[in-house]
């Protein structure tokens, strides 16, 4: 064809992602939140993974978690209070070659979202779903949420909360399809970046529960975990989450956990001192509904009209 040149050969430098290239607008969570480790760790793993920004999404609801989106430099959804999870999932249903991550915090997910919650793990789409479990409606300013403790005073309680707190690692655990489930903490930034990573590579619906300091509610929550690492249990495993020789020192306090073993999993998430960290269940093999939404997708326009007359041929009376 006349001007068509094909014997050109283009060099194109291959593209190498800096941290620049994930940090979003300036954090404003309180100074000492651990949303910020919990950012921090997400936009390494973007960068040690080489994730193309313009092919990356990060989906949150409604909450102090839920500013995530503004502050990576990829696409984003700041959507409605507790419909992160029905957000992301039309996502990936769409564009299986996008990386989702959802930014969810306890009253986002457990309590007005509970409802997607649950029907997102039994879709098991492969995203990597992170819940700021912090105890607290931070973002309305000192509200009971569905995890605050019993007895914890709060604006909406303030004689204490007065019903057990639901915990969001066990409740998983015993929903259909669940597929991988971990927790880990803010303040062991080692740990958070490995436990993300592995929820990362999870092919399905990773959850991964972070417990997170708020220094402007629960400021004193978390204070005897940090300057006692013996009442955190690491949960160990060839098949575990990998943690780096350094932390041999600090957490000294392990158990060995096959993370195949469901019913030993939901004990151990039970578990609130020691407080266990790491993986609780990984199973690869549980149906993902990704598979089933996109077929089709790579039909061109034709093939698609074809298709769907083909389909309503078969209502033909
Ligand atoms: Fe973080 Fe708590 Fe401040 Fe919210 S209120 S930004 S959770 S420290």
New binding site residues.
């Given amino acids: 064809m006349f001007g068509l040149k094909t014997d050109w050969e283009l060099d194109v430098p291959e593209r190498y992602f800096t941290l620049e290239d994930y940090e979003g607008g300036v954090a404003r969570?309180?100074p000492?939140?651990g949303?910020l480790a919990v950012l921090t760790a997400v936009q390494r793993i973007c960068r040690d993974e080489q994730l193309a920004p313009e092919q990356t999404v990060c989906v949150s609801g409604i909450g102090?978690a839920s500013r995530f989106p503004h502050y990576m430099k990829t696409y984003g959804f700041h959507g409605l209070h507790g419909r992160a999870l029905p957000v992301a999932c039309g996502v990936k249903a769409r564009r299986p070659d996008l990386t989702v991550w959802v930014a969810t915090g306890d009253g986002d997910c457990c309590s007005i979202g509970a409802g997607h919650w649950l029907h997102a793990i039994r879709y098991n789409m492969d995203m990597t779903v992170l819940l700021f479990d912090?105890h607290v409606y931070?973002?309305t300013k000192n509200q009971t949420s569905p995890t605050s403790p019993l007895g914890m005073k709060t604006n909406t309680h303030p004689s204490g909360a007065f019903l057990p707190p639901l915990n969001p690692a066990s409740v998983t655990l015993g929903m259909t399809n669940v597929s991988f489930v971990a927790q880990t903490v803010d303040w062991n930034p080692a740990h958070l970046y490995e436990t993300i990573l592995a929820g990362y590579r999870h092919r399905g619906l990773a959850f991964i529960r972070i417990l997170q300091r708020?220094?402007?509610?629960t400021h004193s929550m978390y204070e005897d975990f940090q300057r006692d690492p013996s009442r955190l249990l690491l949960l160990t495993h060839e098949n575990g989450i990998k943690v780096d020789p350094s932390l041999d020192r600090v957490l000294k306090n392990r158990l060995e956990h096959d993370p195949a073993d469901l019913a030993e999993g939901r004990a151990i998430a039970e578990q609130h001192d020691p407080l266990p960290i790491g993986l609780l269940f990984h199973d690869e093999s549980r149906p993902c509904y990704q598979d089933m939404t996109y077929h089709g997708l790579d039909m061109n326009r034709d093939e698609r009209r074809e298709a769907f007359e083909r389909e309503l041929d078969r209502f033909l009376v």
């Fill in positions: 969570w309180c000492g939140c949303d102090c912090n931070g973002l708020c220094p402007t509610y």
